[in-house]
T-cell receptor, first 113, second 115 residues
């Protein structure tokens, strides 16, 4: 069985601060994919990143960066210089082999101006 | 390239009524997924289609729920004899590929309220 744990339920930061959202996963598959999605108040999940389990290189996209550590089964997401528009619920998700996608419970990020 | 669309965006119904939701996936995507999301939770898988074939259904999908994807294009999700516990956001997603590891793109969802 797959499991995704996002222990941080809610985080509040002041604008321009950096913030890291944690994601820990469990799977028995040797090949799997990890995802992050953003869900703004409008409700639509917006795809942010997909990462293969064999690719442990960190990735940076603008103010977003992801740290994948297979040794600790973690796939953490950092927003640098946060902005009010970053306020949303962020979901980490996992899919292995032919299993369906399993989502975490999400972390609500509030960026205060 | 238009994204995934869902209709209606909001639905309020009385307990015992039937409701139907529609999802139009990204045009070239062969896979279509339905999820349910309740407050404070992540999306939970309900069912998915590869082209017109429904390949898997979650145990969350009771006999009152039925989904179709005629001709492998749009899909409908029908809930019969709605119950208050059915109140949730129903999300549709589509992807191109052969497995669930392919990136899924989500629609805006249909928020169902059962009174």
């Amino acid at each position: 069985a797959q499991k995704v744990t996002q222990a941080q339920t809610e985080i509040s930061v002041v604008e321009k601060e950096d913030v890291t959202l944690d994601c820990v996963y469990e799977t028995r598959d040797t090949t799997y994919y990890l995802f992050w999605y953003k869900q703004p108040p409008s409700g639509e999940l917006v795809f942010l990143i997909r990462r293969n389990s064999f690719d442990e290189q960190n990735e940076i996209s603008g103010r977003y960066s992801w740290n994948f550590q297979k040794s600790t089964s973690s796939f953490n997401f950092t927003i640098t210089a946060s902005q009010v528009v970053d306020s949303a619920v962020y979901f980490c998700a996992l899919s292995g082999g032919y299993q369906k996608v399993t989502f975490g419970t999400g972390t609500k990020l509030q960026v205060i101006p | 390239d238009t994204g995934v669309s869902q209709d209606p965006r909001h639905k309020i119904t009385k307990r015992g009524q039937n409701v139907t939701f529609r999802c139009d996936p990204i045009s070239e995507h062969n896979r279509l997924y339905w999820y349910r999301q309740t407050l404070g939770q992540g999306p939970e898988f309900l069912t998915y289609f590869q082209n017109e074939a429904q390949l898997e259904k979650s145990r969350l999908l009771s006999d009152r729920f039925s989904a179709e994807r005629p001709k492998g294009s749009f899909s409908t999700l029908e809930i019969q004899r709605t119950e208050q516990g059915d109140s949730a956001m129903y999300l549709c997603a589509s992807s191109q590929g052969q497995t669930s590891t392919d990136t899924q793109y989500f629609g805006p969802g249909t928020r169902l309220t059962v009174l």
